[in-house]
């Protein structure tokens, strides 16, 4: 391998680790809107869609403040 191919290895590399998604707070808005939008009977990939997050990442939302509200 020569200086120029370890040289694009490297640009590659960092580019696909700056597309590289990072983790976003949820806001109080955000979770109303997935109380108000989840209790309206969309489902969760529908919310995600509308909120610009995976639907993993919401119904792991969703089940943590209902869980929370349970206990209060």
């Known amino acids: 391998m020569n200086g120029i191919e370890n040289r694009n290895r490297l ?3 960092v ?8 983790y976003r707070h949820w806001t109080t808005l955000e979770d109303r809107k997935l109380l ?4 309206s ?3 969760f990939r529908e919310i995600a869609q509308e909120l610009s997050r ?3 990442s919401v119904e ?3 089940r943590k403040i209902t869980v929370a509200q ?3």
């Not at 580019?15 to 990072?22: A, N, V």
């Open 54 to 56: 995976t639907a993993i």
């Open 70 to 72: 349970d206990y209060l």
């Open 15 to 22: 580019t696909t680790m700056e597309k590289k998604r990072t």
């Open 36 to 39: 108000e939008l989840r209790l």
């Open 11 to 13: 640009e590659a590399s």
């Open 41 to 43: 009977g969309m489902k």
């Open 60 to 62: 792991k939302r969703y």
